[in-house]
């Protein structure tokens, strides 16, 4: 039966809650009968209690958020609606794209849901247009849609759609994409310059300036190169740290018909260029240019401790990066490294170029940041994941995992494989995160190096996997691109291990080769967020050198297999 608009007011009126079908649905349940039968007393404590098992740590912190939600089907408002209202977001409605636009007009919003198939104005024509709207075209969006049919997605963030989900929602994947566009919205420290293509053609020359941030920008750049691929020419990247999967194939295919020539200015795009076989120079710009002179009286400056404590609380202050609790000994070797490459021989000279120069900290952070990886690492954990740990998850209905500090990608997609192979990836959602932005869309790209392709295919085989490595890839000459039906299931974002909390409620968590960074105090802060972020009867797999000993862990975890250093969470905490 349908309702009218006056009907939808006055239940809203009466419906202080809703629940919703999820794997909580149960508990939330009881939680609402036992406030009826022991009529509790007042209005705040019955939204304490409500809101105790969904949001109990108040890792996603909405509130003073406004959210448009777009949808002609007023139950599916009612859902969205009060899945957010319980993180404290304030929800307008909108019926279709036009009445969207008109509200967007008046209202200033923090994040848009988005149907897609709605009448008078459809959800692909409303992102268009907000994409080329000044004022509101940097809002995230986030599009919805009843069917999932073969290249939904594609089209959605074709459009300009930031992510995209299907219905029936799913509430925790609903939830995540939600905490992902609210982080975005934190001030970021990188300086992010307009995106443009500069196209001389007389001397046949791109420039592309700024991140690759929306889809169109990369459509807009293949169809310049495909107008191009007649005549040699010069390609200049100027401020891009990574660039995405097609952009990295059609130039590939270029220099493979010698038809262009590739300049980069960030040294991280150099890098990662370079490793896929793709051949690029690396311009300089002035300020990297104008080194230090080192007088022959100089020597290598014995840093402070106390004085690289003081730097470190100086970039957090400023960058939003917080590496106080960081091995001390490890930072004072990557900044030693970094003043080397900088061509810089004392401390406070180098410390005020950090704190007062973006590009001199852009490069510090990628100095501080290892990502060190490969397919099927440890091989005899991935071994025990597949014959322990994946038998006894398979009798879950749904499988959530998180590979927290998952680098380029690579453990992600090995787990994927088992998944794939033990028949359990349909049913699973990955969440694959880091706290370095640059790797994540690395990630995302899934393109990697042949050069290792003899080790991964011999850590496959000693992980017990049952069929072909390659058959998960498509081989290039230098390069494997990881396939489609492995990427399907897995959402990787940028998220910070040190403040950005729980994610989610998980049956096995991964986190390998990241607390040896951490100090003792550090560690035991992210096992405890680990111990909240897993279900009752949830895995945490740390990496071979780390462990539960000298960081309180016992407090949290319960030997599993000490020796591949897989854990239990221990329920109740001692």
């Not at 279709?96 to 692909?124: R, S, T």
């Amino acid at each position: 039966m349908e309702i009218s608009k006056e009907q939808e007011k006055e239940i809203k009126l009466y419906a202080d809650s809703i629940i919703i079908k999820t794997t909580n649905s149960y508990e939330r349940l009881l939680d609402e009968l036992t406030l009826i039968l022991h009529k509790v007393k007042s209005e705040k404590e019955y939204k304490n209690i409500i809101t105790s098992k969904i949001n109990k740590d108040r890792a996603l912190n909405l509130d003073n958020k406004k959210i448009l939600i777009v949808d002609d089907d007023s139950r599916n408002i009612f859902v969205l609606a009060a899945a957010l209202e319980d993180y404290g977001a304030e929800i307008i409605e909108a019926e279709n794209g036009k009445v969207a636009l008109e509200k967007l007009q008046d209202e200033v919003f923090d994040l848009i849901l988005m149907d897609i198939m709605m009448p008078v104005m459809n959800g692909y024509e409303a992102i268009k247009t907000i994409r080329n709207t000044d004022g509101i075209k940097h809002i995230p969006i986030i599009a919805t849609t009843a069917k999932s049919l073969k290249g939904d997605r594609e089209k959605c963030m074709e459009a300009g759609a930031n992510d995209y989900i299907s219905k029936p929602i799913e509430y925790d994947v609903l939830i995540t994409l939600v905490k992902l566009g609210s982080i975005n919205l934190k001030k970021q420290w990188r300086t992010i310059l307009d995106f443009q293509i500069i196209y001389n053609q007389v001397e046949a020359n791109i420039v592309v300036i700024g991140e690759f941030e929306d889809p169109k920008h990369e459509v807009e750049l293949i169809e310049l190169l495909n107008l191009s691929e007649k005549q040699n020419f010069d390609i200049t990247f100027l401020e891009a740290n990574t660039i995405p999967r097609i952009v990295v194939e059609k130039l590939f295919i270029l220099q493979e018909w010698e038809k262009c020539t590739v300049f980069v200015l960030q040294r991280y795009l150099y890098s990662y260029l370079q490793n896929l076989g793709i051949k690029c120079k690396y311009a300089k710009e002035n300020w990297t240019l104008q080194k230090f002179i080192k007088n022959p009286s100089d020597e290598k400056e014995i840093l402070n401790k106390e004085e690289v404590y003081s730097f470190l609380n100086e970039l957090s202050i400023i960058y939003g990066y917080d590496y106080t609790e960081y091995q001390i000994d490890s930072i004072m070797r990557r900044i030693n490294v970094a003043m080397i490459k900088e061509g810089i021989y004392n401390f406070s000279l180098f410390r005020n170029q950090v704190l007062n120069n973006e590009k001199f900290f852009h490069n510090l952070f990628l100095d501080f940041s290892i990502n060190t990886t490969e397919f099927f690492r440890d091989p005899e954990v991935f071994a025990l994941i597949k014959t322990k740990i994946l038998p006894y998850l398979n009798s879950y209905n749904h499988i959530k995992i998180w590979c927290a500090g998952c680098s380029s990608g690579k453990e992600v997609y090995s787990l994927a494989v088992m998944l794939k192979e033990a028949g359990m990836l349909s049913k699973t959602q990955i969440y694959a995160t880091d706290f370095n932005p640059y790797v994540i869309e690395e990630a995302k790209n899934g393109m990697y190096s042949t050069a290792t392709l003899d080790k991964d295919i011999s850590n496959y085989r000693n992980a017990q996997g049952e069929k072909s490595f390659i058959q998960y890839f498509n081989i290039n000459k230098s390069y494997i691109k990881v396939k489609e039906e492995l990427m399907k299931n897995i959402l990787f974002f940028h998220h910070s291990l040190l403040s950005n909390g729980t994610l989610n409620e998980f049956n096995l968590i991964l986190c390998r080769n990241v607390f040896i960074y951490f100090n003792d105090s550090l560690q035991e802060k992210m096992l405890k967020n680990f111990h909240n972020s897993l279900d009752n009867n949830g895995f945490l797999v740390l990496g071979k050198s780390e462990g539960i000993q000298r960081n309180n862990g016992k407090k949290y975890f319960c030997r599993y297999d000490e020796k591949l250093k897989v854990y239990n969470k221990k329920c109740p905490i001692e």
